[in-house]
T-cell receptor, first 111, second 109 residues
Framework: DGGITQSPKYLFRKEGQNVTLSCEQNLNHDAMYWYRQDPGQGLRLIYYSQIVNDFQKGDIAEGYSVSREKKESFPLTVTSAQKNPTAFYLCASKATNEKLFFGSGTQLSVL | GQNIDQPTEMTATEGAIVQINCTYQTSGFNGLFWYQQHAGEAPTFLSY????GLEEKGRFSSFLSRSKGYSYLLLKELQMKDSASYLCAVSDSWGKLQFGAGTQVVVTP
């Protein structure tokens, strides 16, 4: 079955640690997105990529980094510079003029 | 940049109709999406509008006016399971896809 997979489902970060959230899709979509959601809030765009080896900052890119070395993969690293990383992280992908497909999300918490 | 506004919360009775408005300002427009999200879950797709007019899909309909930067989602024959957050999202000409803060719909018996 085609879809988009995020892992892990739950992740804990220690002070000063970088952590990487995985996002893989087998839908052959060019565009991929990372969003952050805080409790009771909407989705805020962190980074997005329209094509392999290219990505753009969203509204809240500070403290995060991404790579797009393969079409299928768009990992997000939450760096130690992100001082308030606790949130629900959603990865999504889409084809042109089609709907956005979401992964099941990763809940990141700070120890 | 983009600015997307929708009401924070709406309450309606089971069986009634609710209309959720969304206004947006964007540099270039390439489609508007509505998603439903239950707490702790990923959003699920409801509708996609790229041309002006009404799109009907069962109990849910979505309307778009590009000249007014306006859309609404209409939920008919409300059921308890429709209690959720409804997210409006706009795609600009460069592929940037941003969401509004969401409208929490509370359905009461």
């Amino acid at each position: 079955d085609g879809g988009i997979t995020q892992s892990p489902k739950y992740l804990f970060r220690k002070e000063g640690q970088n952590v990487t959230l995985s996002c893989e899709q087998n839908l052959n979509h060019d565009a991929m997105y990372w969003y952050r959601q805080d409790p009771g809030q909407g989705l805020r765009l962190i980074y997005y990529s329209q094509i392999v080896n290219d990505f753009q900052k969203g509204d809240i890119a500070e403290g995060y980094s991404v790579s797009r070395e393969k079409k299928e993969s768009f990992p997000l690293t939450v760096t130690s510079a992100q001082k308030n990383p606790t949130a629900f992280y959603l990865c999504a992908s889409k084809a042109t003029n089609e709907k956005l497909f979401f992964g099941s999300g990763t809940q990141l918490s700070v120890l | 940049g983009q600015n997307i506004d929708q009401p924070t919360e709406m309450t309606a009775t089971e069986g009634a109709i609710v209309q959720i408005n969304c206004t947006y300002q964007t540099s270039g427009f390439n489609g508007l999406f509505w998603y439903q999200q239950h707490a702790g879950e990923a959003p699920t797709f409801l509708s996609y509008n790229v041309l002006d007019g009404l799109e009907e899909k069962g109990r849910f309909s979505s309307f778009l006016s590009r000249s007014k930067g306006y859309s609404y989602l209409l939920l008919k024959e409300l059921q308890m399971k429709d209690s959720a957050s409804y997210l409006c999202a706009v795609s600009d000409s460069w592929g940037k896809l941003q969401f509004g803060a969401g409208t929490q719909v509370v359905v009461t018996p």
